[in-house]
Structures are given as structure tokens and as C-alpha cells.
């Protein structure tokens, strides 16, 4: 007789440790079973309230601008879909891998992002070719960061953290470290690259304000900052980044993945998707922070332009992607980045194994994907009656569960109310 | 220093629009802005990636030369944390103390302090060199991956604390060494180099002294902290 507790999986594991003694490192991120945006559903227009639109005769409005209406922006960003592509490393994934990204991204109209690690000449290049916004990131260890990377970019993102290893550093052995990304990154062939797992030189909420008025001088004030958090101490978190002087707002969640972390890590650290709106719109609403122009970007679990149409309606202005569009891109979630043998050629420093990697290819498919979870959304929002991704609210959903509800403050569906909690 | 140029994006802006007319028209000879009797602003001479000279007078804030790229950046007065942080290439030479942090994450350039600075000189240093003609607290080179520290007074607790590659020479006291920290032996050539720097940037040292010197060098190359993250880590990596 099997048991529920004990499983397979559950034994396999405690019999591992007993060979390794240490926990369980592997990619991607949450595997177990938690809150997800499935537990919202969106309410359709039909004879009360708006319209529905005639989509796709009548149009539907999917551009988003960060850094509009901020007085140290000079060149805000503009997508085309509120549907971006996350920061994934050169390391993590190979140099095709990122150029499928940078292109995949220009052709669905949206922007792609270093990740940790510099960038290379041929990301760019690839990124200008095809139209996609580059965010170049500022990451804990500053590998490959100079004053003309961050001036290469469209906005630049202060990653704090990542909700796949929140308060992790990074660390990658030095037989990953090739000669090319070594040099890239600034440190001597021959060392892993570690990540610190904070910011050496940020100690309190005020040195995050002084990065920032560092970027805008570096950058003269022409670029948005997006500060990446990794969802924990929300409220507060999205409290201190606004304070900070953010542009934009990164709210990484629990279900994000990544390529290497310990597994006890991003199981059990963390706030999950669902449970980030609520005390980050309250941190907004007391700040004001919308009406000055700052904008929230989520991350972490989104699959389809249903969960995108629901993190809008619950107050963000866009939504990124990792493993979806690497998905979409070939990788069959074996779970094994960290170990560097990627057989599609994503996850890998092989150049044999990233021979298998058309990234051309892989690039189309990307652009495909984050077009189609675009026209997702946009027939979503036709069928509630919205011409604009900036017209959604929460009102355009309903909680199925009374845990739904209860988190996130949406109406539950037959009771059509908030729960008393929120109404206090 | 004029009235108009208290913020630091009105200082910096008359840093940038010399640098802008330098290189766009020489034949202007422009002149370079007078900065004195600053009074703490931070993030000043940030990110200048042109070979130029800059004179500042007077105490700066945070991160001041963060990001240098390229300058010669002088400044007679006291620095706060962070001086030269991210920095790839240029100087920065100071008269005065700076507290801590200075030349964090820097990877290329030479930093110059003459006075006293706080603590985690240099840390994550990857190919800077950082000298400074007096004491420093603790935590000297943390992390560092390449690159000088030279201090010519005492170093504090901690001194190269999980240090991979790079050297720290100390002229005086050391506190306490940190993990994967021991102590080498000063070479001839360690004593030309550091005799070189000391006479570029007019240090008055006795030659003689050089042979007191310590030189800290990591316990292992390559090594932080792969030992431990073998133990911690790796051994949990499995398919």
C-alpha cells in the first residue's frame, strides 16, 4: 500500500541524501502545488456593463509604455504587448539561446533582457535587427557591467533578487565559465563565477536611491530603472523599491524558475503569483505610484494570455516570461539545466550541444508564442468589453475558490462580493 | 563653486557638456569646470568614459566616481562610501580619508587614496589596483578576484576574507587574515611593482620598507569557495 506523505518520489529523494548528504540542486523552480492565477476566472460582457468589442474588426490597444510621465525618464519604453521576455543569463543559456531570445522578442514587439553576465555584441546586434528593447541588467556580482553596457540598453534593471532563489547568490562552477563568457563577465579564466547574494554596496533603502541616481547620470537621465525583487515582504519590498525612485517595479514570484537553485529553496521560499497583487496595488495606492507613473512588472508562473489578462486585471502594466518561452522554444522541462548538458542546446556551453540549437528557428517560435499569448489577451479583453490592456481591473474577474478570494480580494463567484476581510 | 551647481546633476552636467565640447570641438580649448567646496553630493564624476582630467575640491558623497571609465579624476577633500565603485578604467586619486566600500566591484583603473579609508577595500575587485597610503578597516579584498590592494598603514580583521586570486600588500599591522587568506612572500618583482606605483603617484615610501611589506595571497587558487559549495552544493546536483 503506497502512502500519500511517503511517495516514490518523497523516498528516492531522502535515499539520495543519504548517499550526498547535502540538499537537492536542480532547475527550473516550484514543482509542488501552489496558488495559481487558474483560480481566477474572467467575467464576460454581455448585457450589464461595457460591451463586448468586435474583435479582430475592431481593434484592441496592447501597447505599453514604462517611464512615461517620470521626470528622469528622457526615452521611456515602448512595447508592443505587455508580454516581455525575463532576464535569462549568457551562462545560464548559450549565445544562440539569448539570440533566439533578443529576436523572438523583436518580433512579437516586446523586449528582452540580459540577465546577470554582460552582454555580447551579437545579442545586441540581434536585438536592434529585429526591434526588440534591451534591458540590460545590474546584478549583484556586476560581471560585464560598465558604464557603456548600461548605456547600451533601453532601461536597465537593478535585480535585488529572483523568486527562484530569493536571497541566494549565484554560482557556477569554473569548467562552465568558458573562455568567451569569462571574458565577458570581467573575471579571470579558470574561476566559477559566485554571485554575492545581496547587493555588496546597497545596505540600506537609501544606498538603492543613490544606485539609482547613479544609473540616471550614467545613463543622463534618458533611460527607465526597474528595480526586480523577488516576492516576499511585499507591501514593504514594493514600498522601499517606489521610495527608492523606481521607474518600474519587478515582482518575481515563488513559480518563477531558473537555471540552477536548490530545490528546498524555491519550493518553499516565497510568495506564489497569486499572492503579490494585493500587497503590492496597496503599496502603489498609498503612494500614489501609478499616477506618478511608475509602472508594476510581474513575473513567475505565466503560461498563456489568460494568466497575462488576469495579472493586468489585478494592477499589472505588463507581464514576463522564462520557461514559457523557453518552452516555445524547444526545452522539454527536464528540470536539468544546472548540469549544463542540455540536449536542445538552451541550457548548454557544449558547443556540440548548441549546434542543435537553430536559433533562427527558435527565435520565430519565441515571436510566435508571445504573439499568440498576445492575441490571447486581446480576444479576452474584447470579450469584457475592453479596447485597451490599460482598461482591465479587478473587477473583470471573479475568485472561484474562497482561498482566491481571500488572497487576493477579487469577488468570489456566486457569494459576488468580497469576503468581510476586505471590506473592513 | 557657483551658485547653480549644488545638485549633482548640475555639477556632473558641467562635467559632461567640458567633455562634450573637448571632444566634439577641440579648436574651443574648452576649460574644465571648476568644482570646489562640494559638500557631500553623491554620485559625482560618475561613469566618464573619455581620457580626461578632473579637478574636484571639497568633501563628495556616496559612489563618487562610480562607473569611471576612463578619467583622471583628482580630488582634494574626503570621500564617503563606495569611491570608484563598478569603476573599469581611469584614476581617481584622493587627499583625504574615504569610508567604506572603496573601490567595490571595480575591474580595471588604478585608485589612489591618500589618507585613511573604512572597511572592504576592494571588494570583488577583479583587476583594479587600489592603494591607499594609510589604514583600512576590516575585510580588506573580499571576494576579490584579481587585482592589487596596497595599503601602506594597518589592515583590520578579516583581511582577504574568501580572497580567490589577486594580491594585498600591507605595510603595517595586520588585524587577522579571513578564510582562504595566508600569507605569501614578497618578491622582487612584488617590490617593483609596488616601488613603481608609490613613485607615479608620489607616495614617499623608504624602498627600504618594501622588504617589511606583507604580501596576502589566497590559500587555494581558485578555490573560494568551491570546496564548500562542493560540500554544500554540488554533491546535491544530481539528474
Not at chain 1, 546597497?202 to 540616471?216: G, K, Q, V, Y
Not at chain 1, 499572492?275 to 500614489?288: D, I, S, Y
Given at each position: ?6 511517495n ?7 535515499r539520495a541524501?543519504?548517499?550526498t548528504?547535502a ?7 516550484a514543482?509542488r502545488i501552489?496558488?495559481?492565477?487558474d483560480?481566477?476566472?474572467i467575467l ?5 456593463g461595457?460591451?463586448?468589442i468586435?474583435?479582430?474588426r475592431?481593434?484592441?490597444s496592447t501597447e505599453?509604455?514604462i517611464?512615461?510621465?517620470r521626470?528622469?525618464?528622457?526615452k521611456p ?5 505587455p508580454?516581455?521576455?525575463?532576464g ?8 544562440s539561446?539569448k539570440m ?7 518580433i512579437?514587439g ?5 540577465g546577470?553576465?554582460g552582454t555580447f555584441?551579437e545579442?545586441k546586434e540581434?536585438?536592434d535587427k ?12 556586476r560581471?560585464g557591467?560598465?558604464?557603456s553596457?548600461?548605456?547600451s540598453?533601453?532601461?536597465i534593471e537593478i ?7 530569493p ?12 573562455a ?9 579564466y579558470?574561476?566559477p ?8 554596496d ?5 544606498d538603492?536611491?543613490r544606485?539609482?541616481?547613479l544609473?540616471?547620470?550614467v545613463v543622463?537621465y ?5 528595480v526586480?525583487?523577488?516576492?516576499g ?8 523599491a517606489i521610495a ?5 517595479i519587478?515582482?518575481?514570484s515563488?513559480?518563477g524558475?531558473?537555471?540552477s ?10 510568495v506564489?503569483l ?5 500587497p503590492?496595488m496597496?503599496?502603489f ?5 501609478k ?8 513575473s513567475?508562473?505565466?503560461r498563456?494570455?489568460?494568466d497575462v ?5 489585478l494592477g499589472?502594466?505588463a507581464v514576463?516570461l522564462g520557461t514559457?518561452?523557453?518552452?516555445s522554444a524547444?526545452c522539454?522541462?527536464?528540470q536539468?539545466?544546472?548540469l549544463?548538458k542540455?540536449?536542445?542546446g ?9 549546434s542543435?540549437?537553430d536559433?533562427k528557428?527558435?527565435?520565430e ?8 499569448i498576445t492575441e490571447?489577451l486581446?480576444l479576452?479583453c ?7 490592456v490599460?482598461e ?9 475558490t474562497?482561498d482566491?478570494a ?5 469577488k468570489l ?5 468580497q469576503l468581510?476581510?476586505w471590506?473592513? | 563653486?557657483?551658485?547653480?551647481l ?7 552636467n558641467?562635467?559632461k557638456?567640458?567633455i562634450?565640447t573637448?571632444?566634439?570641438?577641440p ?8 568644482i570646489?567646496n562640494?559638500s ?13 582630467v578632473?579637478f574636484?575640491?571639497?568633501?563628495a558623497?556616496?559612489y563618487f566616481g562610480a ?14 562610501k563606495f569611491l570608484g ?5 581611469g ?5 583625504g580619508?574615504?569610508m567604506h566600500?572603496l ?15 573604512g ?13 591607499v ?5 576590516n575585510?580588506?579584498g ?7 590592494i596596497?595599503?601602506?598603514?594597518n589592515?583590520g580583521?578579516?583581511?582577504g ?12 599591522d595586520?588585524g587577522s587574515?579571513g578564510?582562504?587568506?595566508?600569507e ?12 613603481e606605483?608609490?613613485?607615479?603617484y608620489?607616495i614617499?615610501?623608504?624602498p627600504?620598507l618594501?622588504?617589511?611589506?606583507k ?7 581558485a578555490?573560494?569557495?568551491?570546496p564548500e559549495y562542493?560540500?554544500v ?7
Amino acid at each position: 500500500m503506497s502512502s500519500f506523505i511517503w511517495n516514490e518520489d518523497v523516498i528516492n529523494e531522502i535515499r539520495a541524501r543519504g548517499e550526498t548528504g547535502a540538499p537537492r540542486v536542480r532547475g527550473f523552480g516550484a514543482n509542488r502545488i501552489l496558488p495559481t492565477l487558474d483560480a481566477l476566472t474572467i467575467l464576460p460582457s454581455q448585457l450589464a456593463g461595457k460591451m463586448p468589442i468586435d474583435f479582430p474588426r475592431e481593434n484592441i490597444s496592447t501597447e505599453v509604455v514604462i517611464g512615461e510621465g517620470r521626470e528622469d525618464v528622457s526615452k521611456p519604453i515602448k512595447i508592443k504587448t505587455p508580454v516581455y521576455i525575463s532576464g535569462m543569463s549568457f551562462g545560464a543559456l548559450s549565445k544562440s539561446a539569448k539570440m533566439a531570445l533578443a529576436m523572438g522578442a523583436g518580433i512579437a514587439g516586446s523586449m528582452t533582457n540580459t540577465g546577470e553576465g554582460g552582454t555580447f555584441e551579437e545579442e545586441k546586434e540581434t536585438a536592434d535587427k529585429w526591434g526588440a528593447k534591451f534591458v540590460v541588467q545590474w546584478s549583484t556580482a556586476r560581471f560585464g557591467v560598465s558604464a557603456s553596457y548600461l548605456n547600451s540598453g533601453d532601461a536597465i534593471e537593478i535585480r535585488i533578487g529572483k523568486g527562484a532563489a530569493p536571497g541566494l547568490g549565484g554560482y557556477a562552477p569554473a569548467e562552465k565559465i568558458s573562455a568567451e563568457i569569462a571574458r565577458l563577465r570581467g573575471i579571470p579564466y579558470g574561476l566559477p563565477a559566485v554571485s554575492p547574494n545581496r547587493h555588496l554596496d546597497i545596505e540600506e533603502t537609501n544606498d538603492l536611491r543613490r544606485h539609482i541616481l547613479l544609473m540616471r547620470e550614467v545613463v543622463d537621465y534618458k533611460l527607465p530603472i526597474f528595480v526586480k525583487i523577488g516576492a516576499g515582504r511585499v507591501y514593504e519590498d514594493v514600498r522601499a523599491a517606489i521610495a527608492a525612485g523606481a521607474d518600474a517595479i519587478v515582482l518575481d514570484s515563488s513559480q518563477g524558475g531558473t537555471g540552477s537553485t536548490v530545490e528546498v529553496v524555491s519550493e518553499h521560499a516565497g510568495v506564489p503569483l497569486l499572492g503579490m497583487f494585493a500587497p503590492a496595488m496597496r503599496a502603489f495606492k498609498e503612494t500614489n505610484a501609478k499616477e506618478n507613473g511608475v509602472r508594476l512588472l510581474v513575473s513567475g508562473g505565466i503560461r498563456n494570455g489568460a494568466d497575462v489578462y488576469k495579472a493586468l486585471a489585478l494592477g499589472a502594466d505588463a507581464v514576463g516570461l522564462g520557461t514559457a518561452v523557453l518552452i516555445s522554444a524547444g526545452c522539454y522541462v527536464c528540470q536539468e539545466c544546472h548540469l549544463g548538458k542540455c540536449t536542445i542546446g538552451l541550457a548548454t556551453q557544449d558547443p556540440k550541444l548548441e549546434s542543435k540549437l537553430d536559433w533562427k528557428n527558435a527565435g520565430e517560435r519565441i515571436g510566435r508564442f508571445i504573439s499568440s499569448i498576445t492575441e490571447e489577451l486581446k480576444l479576452l479583453c474584447a470579450l469584457s468589453g475592453h479596447a485597451s490592456v490599460r482598461e482591465l481591473t479587478t473587477e473583470d474577474l471573479r475568485a472561484l475558490t474562497y482561498d482566491a478570494a481571500a488572497i487576493t480580494g477579487i469577488k468570489l463567484i456566486g457569494y459576488d462580493q468580497q469576503l468581510p476581510m476586505w471590506t473592513y | 563653486m557657483p551658485e547653480a551647481l549644488v545638485r549633482t546633476k548640475d555639477i556632473n552636467n558641467a562635467l559632461k557638456n567640458y567633455i562634450a565640447t573637448k571632444y566634439s570641438d577641440p579648436s574651443k580649448h574648452a576649460k574644465p569646470p571648476k568644482i570646489s567646496n562640494l559638500s557631500g553630493q553623491d554620485c559625482i564624476a560618475v561613469g566618464i568614459s573619455k581620457n580626461v582630467v578632473i579637478f574636484i575640491e571639497g568633501n563628495a558623497g556616496d559612489y563618487f566616481g562610480a562607473l569611471n571609465a576612463g578619467a583622471s579624476i583628482r580630488l582634494t577633500g574626503n570621500a564617503g562610501k563606495f569611491l570608484g565603485d563598478t569603476m573599469t578604467a581611469g584614476e581617481i586619486i584622493v587627499k583625504g580619508d574615504v569610508m567604506h566600500g572603496l573601490g567595490a566591484f571595480m575591474s580595471g583603473g588604478t585608485i589612489v587614496v591618500k589618507g585613511d579609508a573604512g572597511g572592504r577595500v576592494g571588494i570583488m575587485n577583479r583587476g583594479g589596483s587600489i592603494l591607499v597610503h594609510g589604514s583600512v578597516k576590516n575585510y580588506t579584498g573580499l571576494y576579490m578576484m584579481a587585482g592589487d590592494i596596497i595599503i601602506t598603514g594597518n589592515v583590520g580583521e578579516h583581511t582577504g576574507h574568501w580572497m580567490m586570486r589577486g594580491s594585498i600588500y600591507v605595510g603595517g599591522d595586520i588585524g587577522s587574515l579571513g578564510t582562504n587568506a595566508k600569507e605569501g612572500t614578497m618578491t622582487e618583482a612584488d617590490k617593483k611593482k609596488l616601488s613603481e606605483l608609490f613613485k607615479k603617484y608620489g607616495i614617499d615610501e623608504n624602498p627600504e620598507l618594501l622588504s617589511t611589506y606583507k604580501k596576502i595571497e589566497p590559500e587555494k587558487y581558485a578555490a573560494f569557495p568551491e570546496p564548500e559549495y562542493e560540500k554544500v552544493l554540488l554533491k546535491g546536483v544530481r539528474a
